[in-house]
């Protein structure tokens, strides 16, 4: 069964430092990998996707992803972190078993703090 | 509409009513989710709808979770005699077209508290 696991349910980080939230997986086939942010009393949006090609995936705001198979991970980075970073952030894989439809299976996700 | 809408934002019932959540997707989109999201449980694919094809009702956790979608847009879920564990976020999302690597919008969601 497919599965993600996102190391550390809170993570607080300065206005201006590096952003680094963590994503593993396990999955049988080749994955189709996910980042979603949840701003408050919002829905989710995405921030990036990996599906096949360049492992380095630049996303929305200043974020991006790099896929690294041998690690089965997908780690979520953002150079500098501004206040309007603060969030919960979800990773997410695409379900090879769905049924060719892009059903995503979760990780419980990060809210992500970021102070002055 | 400009994203998917959910109605009500919030719902307060009591344990053992029926409730109805409705979700209006992105005109056009053809793919229809549901998901729930709970505390200790994150997010779970409930039901997906595609067109005129049957639903993949995989991921509704009894038989007194339902979903429909009427004329291929608005979609209504309904929980019959609510209990307390169904307390959640339940989140709609929709989809251009179905492929496994497809972008999902999602609307803000149904806040049900059962009491």
């Known amino acids: 069964a497919q599965s993600v696991t996102q190391l550390g349910s809170h993570v607080s980080v300065s206005e201006g430092a590096l952003v680094l939230l963590r994503c593993n997986y396990s999955s049988s086939v080749p994955p189709y990998l996910f980042w979603y942010v949840q701003y408050p009393n919002q829905g989710l949006q995405l921030l990036l996707k990996y599906t096949t090609g360049a492992t380095l995936v630049k996303g929305i705001n200043g974020f991006e992803a790099e896929f690294k198979k041998s690690e089965t991970s997908f780690h979520l980075t953002k150079p500098s972190a501004h206040m309007s970073d603060a969030a919960e952030y979800f990773c997410?894989?695409?379900?090879?078993?769905?049924?060719?439809?892009?059903?995503?299976?979760f990780g419980a996700g990060t809210r992500l703090a970021v102070h002055p | 509409g400009a994203g998917v809408s959910q109605s009500p934002s919030n719902k307060v019932t009591e344990k053992g009513k029926d409730v109805e959540l409705r979700c209006d997707p992105i005109s056009g989109h053809t793919a229809l989710y549901w998901y729930r999201q709970s505390l200790g449980q994150g997010l779970e694919f409930l039901i997906y709808?595609?067109?005129?094809?049957?639903?993949?009702k995989s991921g509704l956790p009894s038989d007194r979770f339902s979903a429909e979608r009427t004329g291929g847009s608005v979609s209504t879920l309904t929980i019959q005699r609510t209990q307390q564990e169904d307390s959640a976020v339940y989140l709609c999302?929709?989809?251009?077209?179905?492929?496994?690597?497809?972008?999902?919008?999602f609307g803000s969601g149904t806040q049900l508290s059962v009491l």
């Open positions: 999302a929709s989809s251009l077209i179905s492929a496994r690597n497809e972008k999902l919008f």
């Open positions: 997410a894989v695409s379900d090879p078993l769905g049924g060719g439809y892009n059903k995503l299976i």
């Open positions: 709808f595609q067109g005129n094809s049957a639903p993949d």
